[in-house]
């Protein structure tokens, strides 16, 4: 039996090295896009266009070079950067350009007889050491790579659009391939930048499940309404409707080609609606201006949509295709729904959500129903991933649309995960990290703050509750080690402040944007780091007060970082280390009162020059001092909470927070 994957694919180090040479068959509007996300990943990294036609491979060209202007105009690459981008990437309509390749992707027109044409000829010309991978929307592994010589080092990896920046890959875990191949993809994709997920070898794999049949029932819908109307219902649930999608992505002979091939494959309810065949632009508004639409209509189309969309849930996760968190973050992610369908099913309600399903039951026979109760379909902790490694549970913080930033709900299901395991002999300590490479935690979601700002009390209550995590981890006999892996910031940075040591890779910072959204940090920033290392009160006056910045590097030669790492796979090996290091030795926080220098600012500003508020950092300065005279680290933490309650009451919190919404600067000019 082959041992089951991390669930996060950084945990298992691949022997296989970083591509050189990678191909990409098919330049045609996928294709290129691809390119691009490997070259922006890896600059130095040599790609191959190849298409059959030269006008395809021109075209192409043309566009990566606009893309990387746009970059450089918007300041997201530097000059030099672009052209190393654009440097060693070339286009051929010669498979011969393909020999050295280590990795070729197809990405050519969705045909079977074809794409096993292009995988007979990319055989004979690759090494026996390369790697072939399709980007097909629906074909699944075991069609495609039958007749080849080595299938065992091919797969799907099936990327979304636009692929450049789209981070969700499907990789396909299909039988014949190899163990490696699949772990050295998640890692590959993993670590630049991308949300691979697992998904098994069934004609259209998950996500497109969802996709092609969401946009085939509002094709079917169009006898009792437009594609206006229909668009406008569905904007309940997506930024963007289906036709308005389909417009966009040329997408109705994909759907005709996907949907076909369910029906072949699972039975005629899945046929593709005759009218996607013989239209080619749907007559539908931006997403902007939605049409009107009657309550009858708008409740009939409504329910349908959600019919289809629960009926493929279910069946996706009666079939195993995919997991039940994978499908939730999926949709959000490459799809573009609100919310996921688990999370949309959980809202509904199991009641609401079984009339939906009989109904829809009735008005399309065949399609999947619920195999078992629902609420067994949701995932057990939807923003996390949870692994082992020598009796140490590893916690992975995976939001990676918000880097990692915490929720109630995720606050909720690490604190979860620490019940489940805390009193089993069998696990001697956790360890949190973040999903990918960038961030640790990038602070928590702004949720209901705004709704409580003049109201001090509530949000002081507010800062109390989201607190639970923090004061159970005071409390506990087992070792929680923050290993920060990226940039740790407000909410995430107090997370780590709590946990019972630190380790950190090199590139990794820490920070308290908070003053500069005029509020402060009140769980736990101003109390905890000066009762740990009260020499370094200067260091955290200035992160609190000027939003200063803390690298790794520092924050080690203070004592706030215990070891130093330079890649995730030493992080993980000295943060597990660390909880064997600690376990039956946690020493309780200082309760005591500590002796901290006032917290005195010359100009309400921050270590860049941005304005701040006076306000704030004189109610951050009075809570630093009070907290450091308070008899405990209970009355202390109380100090923080009041704090944040009397931040919330501000003007200047009112400017900071409309600000935020607002995508702009604040003026603390006339807020003080
Ligand atoms: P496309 O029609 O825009 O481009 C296909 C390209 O393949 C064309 O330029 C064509 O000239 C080229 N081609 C055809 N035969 C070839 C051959 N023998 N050798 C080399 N090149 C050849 O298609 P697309 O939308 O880019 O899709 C490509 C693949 O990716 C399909 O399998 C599709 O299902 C899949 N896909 C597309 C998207 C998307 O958003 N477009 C998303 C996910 C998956």
């Given at each position: 039996m082959t041992a089951p994957l991390p669930a996060n694919p950084l945990l298992e180090p691949s022997a296989r090295p970083l591509p050189r040479h990678v191909g990409v068959i098919g330049a045609g509007a996928i294709g290129p896009d691809?390119?691009?996300?490997?070259?922006?990943?890896?600059?130095?990294?040599?790609?191959?266009?190849?298409d059959i036609r030269q006008a395809a491979i021109d075209a192409a060209l043309a566009r990566l070079r606009e893309y990387a202007d746009k970059a450089v105009t918007r300041g997201k690459l530097k000059p030099e950067a672009a052209e190393e981008v654009l440097a060693n990437l070339h286009g051929s309509t010669d498979y011969d350009a393909l020999a050295t390749c280590d990795w070729v992707i197809e990405a050519a027109t969705e045909n079977l007889a074809l794409k096993h044409r292009i995988f007979a000829d990319t055989e004979a010309r690759i090494g026996d050491d390369a790697v072939l991978t399709s980007n097909t929307s629906s074909l699944p592994a075991a069609r495609l790579f039958s007749?080849?010589?080595?299938?065992?080092?091919?797969?799907?990896?099936?990327?979304?659009?636009?692929?450049?920046?789209?981070?969700?890959?499907?990789?396909?875990?299909?039988?014949?391939?190899?163990?490696?191949?699949?772990v050295w993809l998640r890692h590959f994709f993993c670590a630049t930048g991308k949300l691979p997920l697992i998904t098994r070898d069934v004609p259209c794999f998950m996500l497109d499940r969802v996709f092609d049949n969401w946009c085939n029932e509002a094709a079917?819908?169009?006898d009792g309404a437009s594609a206006a109307e229909i668009d406008s219902v569905a904007q309940e649930f997506v930024h963007a409707g289906p036709f308005f999608v389909l417009n966009l992505a040329h997408g109705n002979p994909i759907i005709v080609e996907t949907n076909t091939l369910q029906a072949d494959a699972e039975g005629e309810h899945y046929r593709p609606a005759p009218i996607l065949r013989s239209v080619e632009r749907w007559v539908t508004p931006a997403p902007k201006q939605p049409a009107d639409v009657t309550p009858e209509k708008r409740a009939c189309i409504r329910e349908r949509l959600l019919g289809v969309l629960l009926s493929q849930s279910v069946d996706i996760l009666d079939r195993g295709i995919g997991e039940a968190a994978d499908l939730d973050l999926g949709c959000r992610v490459a799809l573009g729904f609100k919310q996921g369908p688990l999370e949309l099913m959980r809202e509904l309600?199991?009641?609401?959500?079984?009339?939906?399903?009989?109904?829809?039951?009735?008005?399309?026979?065949?399609?999947?129903?619920?195999?078992?109760?629902l609420g067994t379909y949701q995932p057990s902790a939807s923003d996390l991933l949870v692994d082992a490694i020598d009796s140490v549970k590893i916690i992975t913080l995976r939001r990676p649309e918000a880097l990692n930033a915490l929720h109630d709900q995720m606050t909720d299901q690490i604190l979860g995960v620490i019940r489940r395991h805390?009193?089993?002999?069998?696990?001697?300590?956790?360890?949190?990290?973040?999903?990918?490479?960038?961030?640790?935690?990038?602070?928590?979601?702004?949720?209901?703050?705004?709704?409580?700002?003049?109201?001090?009390?509530?949000?002081?209550?507010?800062?109390?509750d989201c607190s639970r995590l923090l004061v159970h981890l005071d409390a506990m006999r087992k070792p929680v080690i923050a290993a920060l892996n990226g940039m740790a910031l407000g909410g995430g940075f107090e997370l780590a402040l709590r946990c019972h040591a630190r380790v950190a890779q090199r590139s990794a910072w820490m920070q308290l944007p908070e003053v500069t959204l005029g509020i402060l940090p009140g769980i736990g920033a101003m109390v905890v780091p000066y009762r740990r290392w009260p020499n370094a009160a200067p260091v955290f006056h200035a992160m609190l007060a000027r939003a200063a910045r803390l690298s790794a590097r520092s924050a080690s030669a203070i004592g706030v970082v215990d070891d130093l790492a330079d890649d995730f796979d030493a992080l993980i090996r000295l943060a597990v280390a660390r909880v064997h290091a600690l376990a039956g030795r946690l020493e309780p926080m200082a309760q005591g009162r500590v002796v901290v220098p006032p917290l005195d600012v010359a100009e309400a500003r921050t270590a860049d020059g941005r304005m701040l508020s006076a306000s704030i950092i004189g109610?951050?300065?009075?809570?630093?001092?009070?907290?450091?005279?308070?008899?405990?680290?209970?009355?202390?933490?109380?100090?923080?909470?009041?704090a944040f309650g009397a931040a919330a009451c501000t003007a200047a919190a009112r400017e900071g927070i409309a600000a935020f919404l607002e995508h702009r600067e604040p003026d603390f000019g006339p807020t003080g």
């Open positions: 691809i390119a691009y996300y490997l070259k922006t990943a890896l600059p130095a990294l040599s790609v191959t266009l190849i007749n080849l010589r080595r299938p065992e080092r091919a797969t799907v990896t099936h990327f979304f659009a636009p692929a450049w920046r789209n981070p969700v890959v499907e990789v396909i875990d299909w039988p014949r391939a190899d163990r490696a191949l699949i079917l819908l169009l309600g199991d009641a609401q959500s079984s009339r939906m399903l009989a109904r829809f039951a009735q008005e399309r026979p065949g399609m999947p129903m619920p195999q078992r109760a805390e009193d089993d002999p069998a696990v001697t300590g956790f360890v949190i990290v973040g999903y990918g490479t960038k961030a640790f935690c990038a602070g928590a979601d702004i949720g209901r703050f705004p709704s409580l700002l003049g109201n001090a009390s509530a949000a002081a209550q507010y800062a109390r109610l951050i300065a009075a809570a630093v001092r009070d907290a450091a005279a308070a008899p405990t680290l209970a009355a202390a933490l109380e100090v923080g909470y009041r």
